[in-house]
């Protein structure tokens, strides 16, 4: 059985954009390091701006000092969605050391989206974006063969 990835993302270099879905379980290491590496990426456009969606992970505490040290004095916004309060709360503290980063509830993501300066007419190809991201981390539906009682003959 093939494991289902923690965290999927993409880079939408046409809107400087970097967007990141996550279910509860936190990233693996491999997948993390991908990340960083798309995340250099983005940020040597001096316009980085990043949408992270969270069902509620979060980096692990080597992951975040990997995120820090990337980050540290580049310029760049980051919006957090998340329905888990924690999640938020733990952006809140953190937007007290870095305050480009804001958290939202999943109903604000017009609020998120403006917060990233999101044009009107980007945003639903990134809602899109979103839904892809997430049938990513989806199982597939199981496949059933059903045979009539007469083929089992």
Known sequence: MIPLPNLVFTYLPNLYLLISYQLETAATDVEWDAYIVTMATALRSGQCRS???TEGAHPTREQQQRMIALVK????????LSAVSGVRFVVSVYALMKRDIRAYA?????????????????????????DRLREKLDPPEPV??????????
Request: net charge positive; proline share 7%; aromatic share 6%.
């Open 106 to 130: 999943p109903r604000e993501y017009e609020a998120a989206f403006t917060y990233l300066d999101l044009a009107a007419v980007e945003r639903p190809g990134v809602l899109g974006i979103i």
């Open 144 to 153: 059933t063969v059903r045979r009539k009682r007469s083929e089992l003959r």
């Open 73 to 80: 004095g580049k310029p760049g916004r980051t919006a957090v």
């Open 51 to 53: 949408l992270v969606v």
